[in-house]
């Protein structure tokens, strides 16, 4: 778990490099293929960075406003609260801000650059319909998140695979219906269209494969972490199948955010290749995982 923890703090910078390189294939391109020159480049350097930037500080804040996610103190919920704070302490952890959303969905999720500046979010549907050990098992399982630093890589990609999307359709827009002087009849003009057009499809579809299979090795890491740290496997395994027979939607799940929940905050949805473009394992194989623990 250890040698996880830092392996996720190395991807974090990994990822970064990758993704501005990206962005700034992406402006030069642009910028060739408009007859902007440099210009584009620059342009895709400074958002990179500026957007880089925010993911690192403010990107939690977003993935609790887009979630409807309502911060408490111990006296607005002591039975969830406590609940968290005697987890952190089992964990060494320092106390991360409580939020709760009012959905009957069960489901919640971390989030935060690192255990100082963690949040966890709940769904009033798990707080309603788990037991207390269920629900023991939903949050050790986030708060293994925190510890893992999950929460910091997932955060980072979050921001920029919206860049990456933002820079495609701003590079085909322009293809289309762009100034005329980018319709260039010469060899090299017409090569750079054409990669252009290439980079800008599968660009999106690069970052959002990067997204989906870090998303899904770590839900594995972060419930055999809450096993762990409650001692008890069962609680999560059965919180999990509640889930999983419930297969409820959230109101305000998005793509941006649905790998960080805990399960699909899309509910059950039967379509071919499902389980490749899944955020998440399927939820028999992570209670069988689990069932085969002994602690």
Known sequence: MYSQ????????????????????????????????????????????????????????KIALATSGAKEIKKTDNPYVYRMVENLCITAGLPMPKVHIISEPAINAFATGRDPEHA????????????????????IAHELSHVKNYDIRLMMIVIVLIGIVVLMSDMLIRFQFFGHRRSRESNQ????????????????????????????????YLADASGALLTRYPDGLANALEKIGKQGQALKRANNATAHLYISNPFGKKKRLFANLFATHPPVEKRVAELRKMTI
């Open 5 to 60: 923890i830092d392996r996720n703090k190395r991807r974090s910078i990994i990822l970064v490099m990758i993704f501005v390189a990206v962005i700034i294939l992406l402006g030069w391109i642009f910028g060739k293929i408009t007859g902007y020159g440099y210009a584009g480049l620059w342009i895709a350097v400074i958002i990179s960075i500026v957007m880089s930037l925010f993911s690192y500080y403010s990107g939690d």
């Open 188 to 219: 090299i003009g017409a090569i750079l269209l054409v990669v252009g057009i290439i980079l800008a499809i599968l660009s999106p579809i690069f970052a959002q494969l990067i997204q989906l299979a870090i998303s899904r090795k770590r839900e």
């Open 119 to 138: 949040s966890i979010a709940i769904t009033q549907g798990a707080i309603d319909k788990l037991e207390n050990e269920e629900l023991e098992g939903v």
